[in-house]
C-alpha cells in the first residue's frame, strides 16, 4: 500500500492549487482519505476527508475554500485549494483509513497508511 502526493509548489495569496493523492497497489474504495498539514513550528492538522460513501469535510479554517474529491476510479483523491493564504504553507500529507463498509462522520481518523508529503507555499 503506497500513497503518492503530488501538485504541492509555491504560488502567490489568493491563487489556487491542486493536490493529488494517488494509490499504488490498491483501491480507495474501502478507504477514508484525509488531507492533514503540517507548518514549521506547529501540530499537524487535519484539513479535509472524504469517506467510503463520498462524503467531504472540511476544517473551518479551509472550508469554503477547498475541495476534497474524489475519482471515478476511486485512484485518486484531489484538493482543489483555492483563495489561498499564506497561513496555508505547509507539508500537506495525505493518508487512508481502511474503513471496510462502515460509513464514519467527521475526520477522527487513526489513519493507517502515509503519503510522504508535498510542500505548500504561499508567499504574502
Known amino acids: 500500500v503506497q500513497l503518492v502526493e503530488s501538485g504541492g509548489g509555491l504560488v502567490q495569496t489568493g491563487r489556487s492549487l491542486r493536490l493529488s493523492c494517488s494509490a499504488s497497489?490498491?483501491?480507495?474504495?474501502?478507504?477514508?482519505i484525509g488531507w492533514l498539514r503540517q507548518a514549521p513550528g506547529k501540530e499537524r492538522e487535519g484539513v479535509s476527508c472524504i469517506n467510503v460513501r463520498g462524503d467531504p469535510y472540511y476544517s473551518d479554517s479551509v472550508k469554503g475554500r477547498f475541495t476534497i474529491s474524489i475519482d471515478d476510479a476511486k485512484t485518486t483523491v484531489y484538493l482543489q485549494m483555492d483563495s489561498l493564504k499564506p497561513e496555508d504553507t505547509a507539508v500537506y500529507y495525505c493518508a487512508a483509513y481502511y474503513s471496510g463498509s462502515f460509513v464514519y462522520t467527521g475526520c477522527g481518523y487513526d489513519y493507517n497508511f502515509w503519503g510522504q508529503g508535498t510542500q505548500v507555499t504561499v508567499s504574502p
Open positions: 497497489g490498491f483501491t480507495f474504495d474501502e478507504y477514508a
